[in-house]
């Protein structure tokens, strides 16, 4: 086991040091994990960890609160389920974000199930590339991934392939057949680039159209406006069930629970997304999900607050943030409230129209920004910030 410097995504063979012990990181294959193996997951979390699985803005799980030992014996499990890579340079690089309905949902253009499995076996070879580089496939369908971001963009649409860039505005069109040579291309052409840990640092320096060129593919303009995540909660078209944790977080027996569902009346898998929500196909009776304390309601207000781990689990933290987040979501603002226990804002990258900060002095707010934005107050307690917050 290696361990990563804190800043850095962990995989599951490099797992990072946090304020709750050593916290791992499980990649689904096509964004699908069986019932069994939710149910592997669950137990050797809760053996092994501290119970708690996060689920995160990748598509991926994040068991927690291991101790070294225990992540070593916690990804011995995982390669042994077929969850994970025995190679740590292979699973370091498998980050590969799919259509969370791929094989269910009859809208996904056809032919994208083996472009993913094409692309996944490709980057198997790719050279080492930073933790944080990702590469998204949208196939369209009910829950497109069209209002994601990635290092690598992939829109398949049956006859074509779009390629687009994290960062940029210029996007190639090829024929499927030779969509995976032109993305190994580009992530080959990134290590040759100035030190970046995203595509959207090569793009500042260089432009998008000129990155694409120097790999033989011709740059257009991208006319696609960014899209709103879709709402991934509750009896979805098409007989799916869509559940969210509260802020980012199951318990291990919640996940056990919700593979016994998935095999009792569904198809027996579950699906990851990049909303920090879980999909089960086939599945209509959305009571005994309920019975465990997750979101089924869009209009649920904890959606609409993007909230970190926070203190203690998070050494970077200075509050709590599930608790004050909880607190916040009782008051019903309107909008995206993004919620950070540090400047990182490592749960919402992106600007939000408010953003609370945690510091040593008490809490900030940001308005239209980043967590490391200036703020336009600081040192309040939370209720002062709310009433900030509620004024018109």
Known sequence: MTGQTRGWCPSLHEPMRSGDGWLSRIKPHAARITAEQARIIAREAARLGNGAVDLTQRGNLQPRGFSGAGAVAFASAMVAAGLAHADPAVERNRNLLAPPLLGHDPGIAPGTAAFVEALA??????????????????GGGSLPL???????????????????????????????????AATTALARHFTTLAPARRMRQAVAAQ??????????????????PRSAPPLAVGLLPGRVLGVAAPFGQLRAEQLAALADLAEQQGDGTLRLTPWRA???????????????????????????????TGAPGCGSA??????????????????????????KGCAHPG???????GGPD??????????????????LTLEQALAVLQRP
């Not at 599930?322 to 226990?341: C, F, K, T």
């Not at 600007?351 to 900060?357: D, E, R």
């Open 207 to 224: 432009g998008a159209g000129a990155i694409l060129a120097a790999c033989g593919l011709e740059a257009a303009p991208d006319p696609a």
């Open 351 to 357: 600007t939000a129209p408010a953003t609370l900060v």
């Open 318 to 343: 200075f509050i709590d943030t599930r608790a004050a987040a909880a607190q916040v979501a009782a008051v019903g603002l309107p909008g995206l409230l993004h919620l950070s226990g540090c400047a």
């Open 146 to 180: 069209a209002g994601e971001s990635a290092d690598i963009m992939l829109r398949h649409t049956g006859p074509w392939v779009e390629l687009r860039l994290g960062g940029g505005d210029a996007l190639a069109r090829c024929a499927p057949a030779a969509a995976v």
């Open 121 to 138: 076996a490709a980057m198997a070879e790719w050279p080492t590339l930073p933790g944080k580089f990702g590469v998204l496939v949208d």
């Open 278 to 308: 879980l999909l089960l196909p086939g599945v209509e009776d959305a009571a005994p999900a309920a019975s465990l304390g997750l979101i089924l309601a869009p209009e649920d207000p904890r959606l609409r607050i993007a909230a970190c």
């Open 362 to 379: 008490g809490y900030a707010i940001i308005r239209d920004g980043r967590a490391g934005d200036r703020p336009a107050a600081a040192g």
